[in-house]
């Protein structure tokens, strides 16, 4: 693999090009920031399709390795551009399979995509951790939408909501030597976050959390489990959640002039719901931002740019 990764922002990601992108009526019982946008099935795929390109484009061009792999056109699967649910890459060569809620959504999982990242990044393949058969007993885990990862101090954050079984949070923790930091949270309507990625992200340097959306008995563990390595812990109001400030990732690059770098990586429309004094204090601690718009991928698929990216690290020695 090119590029060097930190120890919590790498510097490669798979993304998976989508054939058949649109809205799923399946998966939106359950992600309130999906819906329907009016338009034929036909123009969302195309607009999905070249939203995912530009989003490719700009990561190259900030430096970031990107492997891209076409989805199969059948079956149709409306989310296979959000990889990070059911898969996941670490660095000591473990690939973990992870169990989806929506059964239209597990034809996503192709045997063919690890040696194709093997094959294009370099990957060396040590173990795979495929916890799928929960799916037949009710329980879902869907990878680093449902697990925030601070690679530093090896803590995992997960919101519990119908996608994200605590035991197998538990499970996962105690298989990849993380603490697990387990919470509760409520959106405005009352209902828990479909992911915890779209309330939390995790940084070199700071993070973002919506910590009005923690429970009250969880809110003081979890602030103080994500600042406890010197991070600055930026608090994101429920509103900037909703336009999908929560759902960032910051990535690893190289620059001639500045070496080592990162990049923080949002939607355009996450950009925008940034209050001044918020964006001055994110932006202090990176080395660049890219903002891309995506908004027929945030309206019809209710994901944004972090749901679209499964990070590929560097694997120690």
């Not at 700009?58 to 649910?85: S, W, Y």
């Not at 603490?179 to 992200?201: C, K, S």
């Not at 923690?214 to 602030?223: G, H, K, M, S, W």
Request: net charge negative; glycine share 8%.
């Amino acid at each position: 693999m090119t590029g060097m990764s930190s120890r919590q922002a790498a510097s490669a990601v798979l993304m998976i090009r989508p054939a058949a992108f649109g809205y799923n009526p399946e998966t939106a019982a359950s992600n309130r920031f999906q819906r329907e946008d009016g338009g034929t099935a036909a123009a969302c795929a195309a607009a999905g399709r070249a939203e995912f390109d530009r989003l490719c484009a700009a990561l190259r061009a900030e430096g970031v390795e990107v492997c891209v792999i076409e989805d199969t056109p059948m079956p149709p699967k409306p989310d296979a551009l959000f990889p990070n649910n059911w898969i996941s890459f670490h660095d000591d060569g473990t690939v973990v399979l992870y169990p989806l809620q929506a059964s239209s959504r597990r034809a996503e999982r192709r045997d063919d995509v690890v040696p194709q990242v093997v094959a294009q990044l370099g990957y060396p393949l040590r173990r795979i951790l495929d916890l799928t058969q929960h799916e037949a007993h009710g329980r879902f885990l869907e990878g680093t939408g449902s697990l925030v990862l601070d690679h530093v101090e090896r803590r995992a954050f997960a919101c519990r909501s119908p996608r994200t079984d605590a035991d197998l949070a538990t499970q996962w923790a105690r298989e990849l030597g993380y603490e697990l930091v387990l919470f509760d949270a409520r959106g405005p309507d009352g209902a828990p976050p479909y992911h915890t990625n779209v309330m939390l992200w995790i940084g070199t340097q700071c993070a973002g959390v919506c910590a009005e959306a923690i429970a009250a008995a969880d809110r003081a563990r979890v602030l103080g489990a994500l600042g406890g390595g010197g991070r600055d812990v930026v608090p994101l109001g429920l509103d900037a959640v909703a336009h999908f400030a929560g759902n960032m990732l910051e990535l690893g690059t190289w620059d001639e002039a500045l070496g080592d770098a990162t990049v923080l990586v949002m939607s355009a429309r996450a950009r925008a719901a940034l209050d001044p004094a918020t964006w001055a204090r994110l932006r202090a601690h990176v080395d660049d931002v890219l903002a891309v718009p995506v908004p027929t991928i945030e309206t019809c698929g209710g994901g944004s740019v972090r749901c679209m990216l499964a990070e590929v690290p560097a694997v120690r020695a």
